[in-house]
């Protein structure tokens, strides 16, 4: 044995070839925390000390090769100064190299996952075999960073500028045979061959059949690419990610700068460059938000997986009620591999919700995502029917009917008289109380809410709403078949709106309340698009429809009446009174024509402006910073509401429903982050100060008075 740690060893095998096998003790995956680099950087120093080596071979006992840095350890490490992140990075560069620096052939078998540092590994040695079910990549700019251990440097010496520039800006999972086709592996096979692989090429490297020396000398050198190659590679790529990634998301950009600036250099030079950049944008406010994401967002994870440890499989489902929405759950679960009966009374909403599914599938199809046979085998997973007949043999059924609290009673007391005992009852409801739907069935405990968000193949949330009566078991298999769908399920209590749109109605409210004082809603909307929202709020009343923003407002309304009540007309019910409900009909606050490819184009409408100064009382002029403040307060002090009134169980799962449901802007990090970041006591100023004006709907709560007097924050 030449090294043994707790997260790796090293062995020499009869013919002198040294296995690095990584192992991190007590995990399911290998991850490169601080502690595996010590031990790394120990096993390379070991490797270096040992006589009459051959070769080396760096391959994984998980299942995953290396999933990358320990994430965990981020907000910590970013937390330091720039001098503390630039030298951790050379000090890793110092490792790598040593690897890359070895008297003999080297060679990773990458059998599983290898992604960040996991990937940036792999680019040390000369060879890389790959399984053919493994992914790599470099992901680093999806958590506002940029690779910091030579990723930027090795990689597009690897498999050239315009490869290397496509995977770090978009932070993708490539494929074995994308990866082997851009050269960045030099063989794909079955997992069970990798070692013998890596072995065979260790020979032939030893042998002379591969010149391992020139390989390497490819990796350190300066990037082969003159004045005006230079030029066309780097400046046309800034200005194609810029666009793409938008202003808020600096990292693609600031990646292809290192590499454009290191191309010309030595490879340490390079990895200086790096370095430096690196800890520059692990400092930025956007890294520590978007690593905040992918904290939450593992949260999210792991709650859902306890959920599914208690479920069985759903193995066949159904949707009552088709149309536009059934036939986006039916497709989400039949292309998942779930069978579904969609069932309704009217033949012509069956057929509307096939041709919802067969555009689906067709598209995936188009985008070269799914072949022919595929899109045939999701298509048979769905089975249309105008009666009851085989629901006795469904586990679990989604109620998808008008949103009507009578009709949805009525019919889900009919569905529970033809289906078994154990079968698990849902309600795509948005607004309305489950534990009121639930008074209508002889079973409460088997019921509970759903709550899909349109359209339902593009948005990964899933509201799993708990009754009072809802039972663990039909929370666990809802929340279980939400994830057999691909989708991100977050359990919630029951109340008026639920969580998100509990949230988002505030900020409508807000949106309001700002016309009627005399901003130009256009106006508005440019603003909170340029503060991240994906669409203004005006526009986006107009893509949910006007009259269920009317419907929703009055549920809300009824069940917050002290804050959520409103005397006199809003913009919002005027639009809804002359018939303008948005692009269902192409007037709204906007009108909408179709574009080249068939999509609905936003322009401005003055008949839209004459209509809503019917309710503007005075005109104001407001700042961005008076318009952000009015439209933000509401929204976060109904999140904090939600999370002291125990409708949502953690900060994470609150902020994680706003970013997956509504669209809240990620590099904020969700509505309790921005809260932190800007301080609690100075929000509840700030809210206070609005509330004088506008009332309730921004006073704080006391609970948060308190928070603020202690200097808490939401996240620790």
Known sequence: MIYSGKTLSVEANQDAIALLTLDLEGESVNKLA??????????????????????????????????????????????????????????????????????????????????????????????????????????????????????????????????????????????????????????????????????????????????????????????????????????TAKGFVAGKAGPHYPAPVEAIKVIQKGAGESRERAQAIEAKTFARMALTDVAFNLVGLFMNDQVVKKKAKGYEKQASKIQQAAVLGAGIMGGGIAYQSASKGTPILMKDINGEAIELGLKEARKLFGKGVERGKLTTEKMAQGLSNIRPTLSYGDFGNVDLVVEAVVENPKVKASVLAELEDNVADTTILTSNTSTISITRLAESLKRPENFCGMHFFNPVHRMPLVEVIRGEKSSDAAIAATVAYARQMGKTPIVVNDCPGFLVNRVLFPYFGGFSLLVEKGADYQRVDKVMEKFGWPMGPAYLLDVVGMDTAVHANAVMAEGFPDRMAREGKTAIQVMYDNKRLGQKNDLGFYRYEEDRKGKPKKLPDEAAQALVSEVVSETREFSDDDIIARMMVPLCMETIRCLEDDIVATPAEADMALIYGIGFPPFRGGALRYVDAMGVAEFVALADNLADELGPLYRPTEALRERAKRGDAFYA
Not at 50 to 62: H, N, P, W
Not at 97 to 113: H, K, Q, R, S
């Open 34 to 235: 601080s502690y595996v680099l010590k031990e790394l950087g120990e096993a390379v120093e070991a490797i270096k000390a040992t006589a009459d080596l051959k070769g080396l071979v760096i391959r994984s006992a998980k299942e995953a090769f290396v999933v990358g840095a320990d994430i965990t350890e981020f907000h910590q490490m970013f937390g330091k100064d720039e001098a503390f992140l630039i030298d951790m990075n050379m000090t890793v560069h110092g490792i790598f190299n040593a690897i890359e620096d070895l008297p003999f052939p080297t060679v990773t078998a990458i059998n599983g996952l290898a992604l960040g540092g996991g990937c940036e590994i792999t680019l040390t040695t000369d060879f890389r075999v790959m399984a053919d079910s493994a992914k790599i990549g470099l992901p680093e700019t999806k958590l506002g960073i940029i690779p910091g251990w030579a990723g930027c440097v090795r990689l597009p010496r690897l498999i050239g500028a315009d490869n290397a520039i496509e995977w770090i800006c978009g932070g993708t999972e490539n494929r074995a045979d994308k990866a082997l086709a851009v050269g960045a592996v030099d063989a794909v096979l079955p997992v069970a061959e990798l070692d013998a692989a890596a072995l065979d090429i260790l020979a032939r490297a030893n042998a002379g059949e591969l010149d391992y020396m020139a390989r390497r000398l490819e990796k350190t050198s300066p990037l082969k690419l003159n004045a005006i190659e230079q030029m066309m590679a780097f400046e």
